[in-house]
């Protein structure tokens, strides 16, 4: 962890777990049963174990197709929510919450391509991985707790819309990310960790 998140995480502690389980809860009682905040939580639960997934990889190829799935499901999540979800939130007067989403994400995708730089089995990966998972933890946190749950005042016409749009664009991205991914399993497989790829 560089200098500057040292900084950052000291003058802005994050929320306790307590904290968290009660936004979760809070969101999970807004959401419908299939609805785009419902899609979002459960992108979120995946995302947290996926960052687990990583951590506990033991090996380098293992590490390696568990960074690159995690990568596929944030990026996948997060061109969703930058595409559907924060254009919403400004439109419906809620900028400072939109503009704040985009900027969070923004910085987890720069530090996740820097973890291709870094070995991945040092510590100073470890470190990144976990300076990357405490932003990502704090970012769901903000949109469960009163972010979103701005949107799902909007009338159920607005609620349907951001379902369908939601889910077309969680699933043009996963798709396309999850080709990628296959290919990524299958050359690092074949490399047996020779390299790491970028």
């Known amino acids: 962890m560089s200098l500057v998140d040292k900084v ?106 820097e973890l291709e730089y870094l070995d991945p089995m040092s510590q100073d990966y470890l470190d990144k991985l976990e300076h990357i998972r405490g932003a990502v933890a704090h970012h769901m946190y903000e949109e469960e707790n009163d972010r979103f749950l701005d949107l799902k005042k909007l009338a159920p016409t607005e609620q349907q819309r951001l379902t369908q749009r939601f889910r077309e664009e969680f699933t043009r991205y996963s798709a396309a990310d999850q080709q990628a991914g296959s290919v990524l399993r299958e050359t690092t497989r074949a490399d047996a960790g020779t390299s790491i790829p970028h």
Do not use: C
């Open 8 to 113: 950052v995480a000291a003058v802005t502690p994050p929320e306790t777990e307590d904290q968290r389980r009660e936004a979760r809860a809070k969101a999970r009682a807004a959401a419908g049963t299939d609805d785009w905040l419902a899609l979002i939580l459960e992108h979120h639960v995946q995302i947290e174990g996926a960052f687990v997934a990583v951590r506990a990889a033991r090996d380098l190829p293992s590490r390696l197709v568990a960074q690159k799935e995690l990568a596929i499901l944030l990026t996948a999540h997060s061109n969703a929510e930058e595409t559907v979800i924060y254009p919403a939130l400004v439109h419906f007067g809620h900028k400072l919450h939109g503009m704040a989403g985009y900027t969070e994400q923004a910085g987890a995708k720069a530090n996740m391509g």
